[in-house]
C-alpha cells in the first residue's frame, strides 16, 4: 500500500492506514512518519471537528498499542505495565511524542486523570493536550480502546464520516459478549473498566442508562452493579474480522 504524502492524505486517513498496515502485518514506517512530520496546520481538522478527533485519536491510540506490543513486549510483560507500557511514547504526532496515557487521558477523555474512578481532572497537561483534546468525553470509547489485554474490545478502523455509527456498533457488540443480566437476582455483572471510569458513565445512574440504551436490561430494570475481574493476557493483533 502505498503512503502519501501529508499534504495530499489526510491525518485521519494516515491514522487509519497506519491501523491497517498493522493489521495486515505490513510496513507501519512510512505511515508513522508522516504522522510525525504533519504540522499544526495539517492537524486543523482534529483540533476542530469532533468525528475527525474521535476517529483519529481512536486509531492513533489502537495502532500505537500494535506497534508497541510488537516492538517493546517486555513493557507489556513487566510487572509494572502500568507505568511502563502505558507511559512510553507509542508513536509520534506532529513532533510530539505520544504515550497510550496520554492520547486516552490527555484527549480522548479530554485531560481526565487516569485516577479517581474517571471523577478527577488531569494534574498535568501538556500545551499539545490542551490544545487537541476533545472538548467533551464520549464514554464509547471505552468499548474502542484497546490495550492490548485479552478483556479488551476488538479494533476496528474508524472513519470520521461513520464513527458515531462504528461507536453504536462497538458499544453494542462488547456490551452483547461482556455484560449479563440476571433478571431474578437484580444483578447486572459489567466489564471491569465501567468501575476504573465510573464517572466517564456518569456513576451508576448513568451505567445503568447506558444498558438500558443498548438493551442490555429491560428498559424499567435497576439492578445492582458487579464488576467482573479483567483478564491482562497479552492478545495482540484482536482486530475485528
Known sequence: MEVREPSASTPATLARELLVACKRGTA???????????????????????ETALAFWLNCYNAGTQLLLDDRPALYE??????????????????TPLSLGRIE??????????????????????????RYRLSSLDPRIHFALNCGAASCPAIRAYEPDAVDEQ??????????????????????????????????????AGIR???????????????????RAWDWSKTPGKFVA
Not at 78 to 93: I, K, N, W
Open 167 to 204: 461507536l453504536d456498533l462497538a458499544t453494542r457488540t462488547y456490551l452483547d459478549a461482556t455484560v449479563t443480566y440476571d433478571a431474578d437476582g437484580g444483578v447486572v455483572r459489567v466489564p471491569r473498566v465501567f468501575l476504573w471510569y465510573r464517572g466517564d458513565f456518569g456513576g451508576g
Open 28 to 50: 507501519t514506517e512510512a505511515y508513522a512518519s508522516a504522522l510525525a512530520s504533519l504540522d499544526d496546520a495539517d492537524l486543523e481538522r482534529v483540533r476542530t471537528d469532533r
Open 105 to 130: 487521558n490527555g484527549l480522548l477523555r479530554g485531560g481526565r486523570s487516569k485516577y479517581g474512578l474517571g471523577y478527577l481532572p488531569k494534574l498535568h497537561s501538556t500545551s499539545f493536550e490542551r
Open 209 to 227: 442508562r447506558l444498558l438500558r440504551e443498548y438493551g442490555i436490561v429491560p428498559a424499567d430494570a435497576s439492578p445492582s452493579i458487579r464488576h
Open 78 to 95: 513487566s510487572p509494572l505495565r502500568v507505568v511502563r507500557f502505558f507511559r512510553t511514547p507509542a508513536l509520534t504526532v506532529g513532533g
